[in-house]
T-cell receptor, first 112, second 114 residues
Framework: AQSVTQLDSQVPVFEEAPVELRCNYSSSVSVYLFWYVQYPNQGLQLLLKYLSGSTLVKGINGFEAEFNKSQTSFHLRKPSVHISDTAEYFCAVSDVNGKLTFGQGTILTVHP | DSGVTQTPKHLITATGQRVTLRCSPRSGDLSVYWYQQSLDQGLQFLIQYYNGEERAKGNILERFSAQQFPDLHSELNLSSLELGDSALYFC?????????????FGPGTRLTVT
């Protein structure tokens, strides 16, 4: 069975500060990992994904994530956040059919 | 705008009732997924269809059913509703099943059971 654990339910940061949202996964088969963002009253939008290849993955809006097999982690990072990055972020693992298993979400709040 | 449409946006109904949620996938997408987002359970996969056929099933209750029609739109039917069914229901679509195909999410239908 696959599962995802997001280690922080809420992360407050100041504008222009760096941020890291932590995600650990558990999977007995090939690992396909995703980060999604959900802005208030909207659906989910894909930020980035790791399917294979380079362990450093770059996504939209300046976000990147690093796949670490030995630590079973897929942490999301941004070097300098903006007010507009305030949202809920979900880490997810997929099976071969595309079925997504999500973590509980991390609410990122960027303060001026 | 993801190109996935869901209707209605909001639905308020009473316990014991039955409702139907509708999803129209992006043009050209053959696969449809349904997810439920609630405060208790978080985001959970319910069911997946591909070109009219059920492809995978998740934590979907027996009181819930879904189908995908020949025009590729999908409906999620929820019956004998309980207070705990109150949630945001998302539909997503992709060109094909599989991890390599991005899922595009609709804006969701917020169901409130009173």
């Amino acid at each position: 069975a696959q599962s995802v654990t997001q280690l922080d339910s809420q992360v407050p940061v100041f504008e222009e500060a760096p941020v890291e949202l932590r995600c650990n996964y558990s999977s007995s088969v090939s690992v396909y990992l995703f980060w999604y963002v959900q802005y208030p009253n909207q659906g989910l939008q894909l930020l980035l994904k790791y399917l294979s290849g380079s362990t450093l993955v770059k996504g939209i809006n300046g976000f990147e994530a690093e796949f670490n097999k030995s630590q079973t982690s897929f942490h999301l990072r941004k070097p300098s956040v903006h007010i507009s990055d305030t949202a809920e972020y979900f880490c997810a693992v997929s099976d071969v059919n595309g079925k997504l298993t999500f973590g509980q979400g991390t609410i990122l709040t960027v303060h001026p | 705008d993801s190109g996935v449409t869901q209707t209605p946006k909001h639905l308020i109904t009473a316990t014991g009732q039955r409702v139907t949620l509708r999803c129209s996938p992006r043009s050209g997408d053959l696969s449809v997924y349904w997810y439920q987002q609630s405060l208790d359970q978080g985001l959970q996969f319910l069911i997946q269809y591909y070109n009219g056929e059920e492809r995978a099933k998740g934590n979907i209750l027996e009181r819930f059913s879904a189908q995908q029609f020949p025009d590729l739109h999908s409906e999620l039917n929820l019956s004998s509703l309980e207070l705990g069914d109150s949630a945001l229901y998302f539909c997503a679509s992709s060109v094909s099943p599989g991890t390599h195909y991005e899922q595009y999410f609709g804006p969701g239908t917020r169901l409130t059971v009173t």
